[in-house]
C-alpha cells in the first residue's frame, strides 16, 4: 500500500532545506541577476500570502492537504533584503486507517546582502523550531506520505530543530555569458521527532557547491543552466551516529522567451544521489543504491489579455526511476490553467489549477494516481 511503503521521515533528506546555491531564475520571485552580471534586489515591501489544496488518490488510499505559506519581504535598502515565512498546513490521509497531521511549519528568517560592485551577493538565514516536530504514530505515517518527491505536497515538513545557513555567491560577465559561482553550508540543530519516547535526532549538516550560466540570445530571450553538488554529513540519533544520505547532484536548465503577449518558458530539472551510508557509529554503503534518479520537466505559456489580466497554460511531466532495489519510481503527467489579474497597482492576486495522472511503483506493485491541485496567491506591495 502507497501510503504506509515509506522509510521514516528523516532518511528522506527533504529538499525543503535552507540550501544556499545559485538561482539565476525564479517564475514566482522577482529576478535577481540582471544581463550585466550584477545583483538588482526588489524595493518593495512585499506581503505573499498564498493558499494551496492538494488531494491525491492512490489505488484505494487518499492523502490531502491544505496549506497556506504566508511570506513577508523587507528590504532595509538598496543593498540589504530580509524575509520572513511560515506555512500552516493541515494534512491528512485516508486508509485502512486514517490519520492527520495538522499545524504551524517552522518559521524561516532569511536575508540577501550585496556586495562590492553589485557582483557579490552573501546570503544568511535561520530555521526556527516553531512548527510541530513531536509526531505521533499516526502523524508520522501522514508525515512519510508528505514526503514523496512525486507527490510534490506544498508543505511537507512541520517542525525540527534550529537551523542555520550562509553562503556566498558571486557573479561575472564572460564573452557574452554570465558566469555564477556559489557556496553554501547549512548546520542544523537537534529535535525530538517521537512522542512516544525520548530520542534526539540531529539531521546532518550540509555544504553545497554550485555553478551557473546565464545566456542572453538578445535584449529579452535567454537561456539558463545550474548546477549543484550537495555533500551531507551522519545523522546522530541520542549521541550515535545512525545515517548518512548520499551526495546530490543537482542539473537545472531553463529556457525564457517574455514578450509583450505571449510569454514561453520551458524547463528542465535532473537530481541523481549516491547511495546512502547506514550502522551504527561506524557507518558503511548501502549494498544498492537506495536512491532513484529523478527527471521532471515542465512548459509554460502566458497570455496577456490585456495590462490587468493574464491566462496560462502548463504541461508538466515527472519521471523518476526505480532504485537499485527495483522500486520507487514514478510517471507524473500534469496539465493545469492559471488566471493572474492585477487589481489595484498594490495587489496582484493569481489562481491555477492542475490535474495529473500516473503510476508509483512500490515495494509490492505499480499503483495508479490521480492528483488535483489547486493554488491561490495574493500578492500585497506595501
Known sequence: MILTKHKFVMNRKYDILIIIFL??????????????????????????????????????????????PITFIYPVSDRLRLDISNSPSFSGIKAAQSSQLNGLSDTRLRGSYVLGEDAFMFTFGVNLPSGKNLLSTEELTVANVLSIHALNFQTPLLGQGLDASAGFIMARPLGGFVLGLGAGYLMRGKFKPFADFDLKYNPGDEVSFSLGVDRPLNRQDKVMLDMSYTIYTEDISNDTKVYKAGNKFTVQAMAYFPGDVWTFIASMLNRYRGKNKIGTDNLTPERLNSNGNEFELIGMVILALNRRTSLGGVVEGKFYSNN???????????????????LSHRIQLDVGFRYYMGVYNTSLKNVNLLGIKLLTGLKIYL
Open 23 to 68: 538561482l539565476f531564475f525564479s517564475l514566482k520571485n522577482e529576478r535577481l541577476l540582471s544581463q550585466t552580471g550584477s545583483f538588482r534586489l526588489a524595493q518593495k515591501i512585499t506581503s505573499n500570502l498564498n493558499s494551496g489544496i492538494q488531494y491525491w488518490r492512490a489505488g484505494n488510499d487518499q492523502a490531502y492537504q491544505v496549506a497556506i
Open 324 to 342: 537499485a532495489y527495483g522500486f520507487g519510481g514514478a510517471n507524473v503527467g500534469g496539465i493545469g490553467i492559471s488566471y493572474g489579474l492585477k
